[in-house]
């Protein structure tokens, strides 16, 4: 048994008055935090563990009880110590939006996430939240060139091709900046929202929110990296929550010359980092089940691209030189 794990079941022992728990691995997410299930009298409880010197449980708390005060459906708080990294959670059982989302009930299921992010974004408070600025938005762009370009495909870019990246991605961060500023939860997608009873959907991951571009989470949702729609699917949806956010405040009519081109651009920006990720997973945290993701993820780039001149290059890069590498990688890999 690790010492965390020791740690964490003397602090519920002292919590819950039992001497005796049993904990099964819920979840070991992909950061640094882990989720224990525990069952308690018939229910059921998530006990996270959340190491303090590299996350931070009170902003966790602050930003679940200000979401719940709103009528979402965060996990409540049963008892935390900050000092430990230990919460003791509300368990919304084991059911994702991944696990249920199919044709029949995509509409259903994402018409309830688009409510709860009409909510995040109209009412949510931005004052404590770090602001996704400039620098913000290119260490997370730079993911993609440093840990999957670089450190695990071990491409060299020409002059030619890094010049083609340092266009798009100015492209990208010109028009994530231009956005109107809300609460942007960073991770609203399939693996992050729960099939709950009523309010749904059940919201996790929300710790590292930020102020930032309008389009952001709603990209994240629709342009998922873990499943995919057909495009005119996407922009439908997407148009529908366009009206949703007139009528919430969120956004203005006449900002709809700017939408597809925000939300478009916004989901190549995310996914440029998520593939970056991916490969991070792997490398610094040995994480290696993230990486069947990265086609799917960056073939959203590829089906966006041919819109923006300023993207046509990092397109090329991406098809000619990326993918294929790509894909010889994970070939030796399963070769040995």
Request: proline content about 7%; cysteine-free; overall charge negative.
């Given at each position: 048994m690790s010492e965390r794990r020791a740690l964490l079941e003397d602090w519920l022992r002292a919590v819950l008055d039992r001497s005796e728990i049993s904990l099964v691995l819920a979840s070991g997410d992909a950061s640094f935090r882990h989720y224990w299930r525990l069952a308690l009298d018939g229910q059921?409880?998530?006990?996270?563990?959340?190491?303090?010197?590299?996350?931070?449980?009170?902003?966790?708390?602050?930003?679940?009880?200000?979401?719940?005060?709103?009528?979402l459906r965060t996990p409540a708080i049963h008892a935390r110590d900050a000092g430990s990294g230990f919460v003791l959670l509300e368990d919304f059982g084991q059911r994702h939006y991944l696990d249920a989302l199919d044709d029949a009930t995509a509409d259903r299921l994402y018409g309830d996430a688009l409510g709860a992010l009409a909510i995040i974004q109209a009412c949510a408070p931005t004052t404590e939240l770090p602001?996704?600025?400039?620098?913000?938005?290119?260490?997370?762009l730079d993911l993609f060139r440093h840990w999957l370009v670089e450190q695990y495909l071990?491409?060299?870019l020409s002059s030619g091709e890094e010049a083609d990246l340092e266009e798009g991605l100015g492209l990208l961060t010109a028009s994530a900046l231009e956005q109107p500023r809300v609460c942007v939860h960073r991770d609203f997608h399939s693996r992050n929202l729960m099939i709950t009873a009523s309010p749904s959907p059940g919201i996790l991951d929300f710790q590292d929110a930020v102020?930032?571009?309008?389009?952001?989470?709603?990209?994240s949702l629709l342009r998922d990296c873990y499943i995919a729609w057909p495009r005119d699917r996407v922009e439908e949806w997407a148009w529908g929550y366009f009206g949703l956010a007139v009528q919430s405040g969120?956004?203005?009519?006449?900002?709809?010359?700017?939408?597809?081109?925000?939300?478009?651009l916004?989901?190549?920006?995310?996914?440029?980092?998520?593939s970056g990720i991916f490969a991070r997973l792997l490398i610094r945290d040995g994480k290696p089940g993230y990486l069947g993701n990265i086609p799917r993820t960056l073939g959203y780039v590829l089906e966006v691209a041919p819109a923006y001149a300023p993207l046509r290059g990092l397109a090329e890069l991406i098809a000619g030189r990326v993918l294929p590498a790509l894909s010889q990688a994970t070939s030796r890999a399963a070769t040995t």
């Open positions: 059921t409880l998530i006990a996270m563990d959340a190491p303090p010197e590299v996350e931070d449980t009170e902003r966790f708390v602050r930003i679940a009880q200000t979401w719940r005060a709103l009528g602001a996704y600025d400039a620098p913000f938005l290119r260490r997370e071990g491409l060299t102020a930032g571009p309008v389009t952001y989470d709603l990209v969120i956004l203005r009519p006449e900002q709809e010359a700017d939408f597809l081109r925000w939300f478009d916004m989901g190549v920006q995310r996914h440029l980092k998520a």
